[in-house]
């Protein structure tokens, strides 16, 4: 997405979530079934426990990234009345120069309380991870004044039937308008439609990477 999670490295350190979790700081848990590794299972022999690739985020959870308060505002009816209207405001909100923070306001208005973003990455030892936010600290813990950031959407498949729709849109990332591109990934966005209006319900994206090259079927 939008400030890849380059925008999210600095603090990378602080996301400490579930950390008295992970160490056993817990509640006593009800007795539960034990695998051949001798971890959690349910009825079903499937794990129990947290993946150790997913990293968790919310203003609910164990999380060390102060969180900053957005307004609450009214949505504009050119962002939520149609799905070209909702994928133009992900990007044109998140698209400012150096010095200048995006509306974080008319950000929220796309999504519902509830709504999560997925974001894949590598750890330092190259390993695969996924980190999870809700917009809150999302936008807490994103910089993007930093440098400036420029992204733009090259290519787009979208599906839709009845009132819910999926869109898969290929972006390119820029610290400039016409700067060199620094990043180009795809944002996997589910969204719905309530009769009124449109919403973003969940959204999650990855980069282009040694080993991950976007598909020609995502790309112009």
Request: aromatic share 8%; net charge neutral.
């Amino acid at each position: 997405m939008r400030m890849s999670i380059m925008a999210f490295a600095a603090i990378a350190v602080a996301f400490t979530f579930a950390l008295a979790y992970a160490q056993g700081d817990k509640p006593p848990q009800p007795a539960q079934n034990q695998g051949a590794s001798g971890t959690p299972v349910d009825k079903h022999g499937l794990t129990t426990e947290p993946s150790a690739a997913i990293r968790i985020c919310t203003v609910s959870s164990n999380c060390a990234v102060k969180a900053i308060d957005i307004p609450t505002i009214a949505p504009r009816p050119e962002d939520v009345g149609s799905i070209d209207g909702m994928i133009k405001a992900w990007y044109d909100i998140v698209t400012v120069p150096k010095g200048t923070k995006p509306d974080w306001a008319r950000d929220h208005t796309l999504y519902t309380p509830e709504t999560r973003f997925l974001i894949t990455d590598l750890d330092k030892n190259g390993k695969l991870r996924g980190t999870i936010v809700d917009h809150t600290m999302y936008a807490s813990g994103t910089t993007p004044e930093a440098k400036g950031f420029y992204e733009s959407e090259i290519h787009r498949v979208t599906q839709r039937f009845g009132q819910t729709a999926h869109v898969m849109s290929t972006y390119e990332s820029r610290h400039t308008k016409d700067g060199p591109v620094i990043a180009r990934g795809v944002n996997s966005i589910e969204l719905f439609n309530d009769g009124s209006r449109w919403w973003i319900t969940y959204a999650q994206w990855d980069e282009e990477r040694p080993g991950n090259p976007l598909p020609k079927e995502l790309l112009p």
